[in-house]
């Protein structure tokens, strides 16, 4: 059964969201885990603090008590030298958290390809989140094989050619090498009239690494709001993660208020950690 909002709040893994606007929240990472028990991996992935530098972002997932971490370009650049890369993870590594990926990263041809593999070398990075161009996957299957590193491929919803679902994402690597698979994205997912859930269960050999946020319609228009005031059904799509046994990050990504993201990031972390408290 899918709780509503008000049902949520009223509950004792309810308050753990609504303590997220206290000062509470912004404690240690050591002090948060005595609070909380996590059983999923729970990240940012960086895009949510675009306008914001690599430190700042950093300070911020610390506040929030996350623990993982996947860097977009604007905060490890793709085109920085092997050094450059290396002092960016470090700054990383040394806040205590465990820089696990990177992306979206685009790969539309060869070059870029190659380019995406030594950058996440250099960064000592588990996963690539990407979009390869369809007939550059005979390539990607080939670094992946060479590199020993995973690509999971951002589907982005309505609008997008190459890869608007999970299951478009499947259809094109299912015949590859088991660690090129999914980023799903249950945003742009759900956009698309898709249940998440569903796809995360239907897909799950596949499933490398979770976009986490919610939105305001199951409609190509819908926009993202803080979990737990849109549409989708978090504790389901929890449930079906812990169904399947996955092994990737929960990394939220909030795209709402690009100039102030911090109190909107807290509520939605506050609710998953809540929700999570009650599973």
Not at 117 to 140: C, N, T
Not at 163 to 178: A, G, L, M, T
């Amino acid at each position: 059964m899918k709780l509503n909002r008000k049902q949520f709040m009223k509950t004792s893994g309810g308050l753990a969201a609504a303590s997220v606007f206290s000062t509470t929240l912004f404690r240690s990472k050591n002090s948060q885990a005595a609070v909380a028990k996590i059983d999923l991996p729970l990240g940012l992935a960086s895009y949510s603090f675009r306008k914001f530098s690599l430190e700042e972002t950093i300070d911020m997932v610390n506040k929030l008590g996350l623990t993982h971490l996947a860097l977009k370009s604007m905060h490890m650049p793709l085109d920085a030298s092997e050094a450059a890369t290396k002092v960016a993870a470090k700054k990383v590594h040394d806040a205590g958290l465990n820089l696990y990926g990177a992306g979206v990263i685009y790969m539309k041809n060869e070059d870029q390809v190659h380019q995406a593999f030594d950058y996440a070398k250099a960064a000592d990075l588990k996963v690539i989140i990407g979009v390869p161009q369809h007939e550059l996957l005979p390539l990607v299957d080939k670094k992946v094989k060479e590199y020993d590193i995973k690509v999971a491929i951002h589907n982005h919803g309505p609008g997008d050619d190459l890869y608007p679902s999970p299951e478009s994402i499947y259809d094109k690597v299912k015949e590859f090498d088991q660690r090129i698979g999914i980023c799903m994205d249950i945003g742009h997912t759900k956009r698309i009239g898709i249940d998440p859930a569903e796809s995360a269960i239907k897909y799950a050999n596949r499933l490398h690494d979770v976009h986490i946020k919610d939105v305001s319609a199951a409609q190509p228009e819908g926009e993202t709001v803080e979990i737990g005031r849109g549409v989708i059904d978090i504790p389901g799509f929890l449930k079906a993660l812990d169904k399947i046994k996955y092994d990737g990050v929960l990394s939220l990504e909030y795209e709402k208020d690009a100039e102030s993201p911090m109190v909107g990031s807290a509520e939605s972390v506050g609710y998953l950690k809540g929700i999570l408290r009650m599973m």
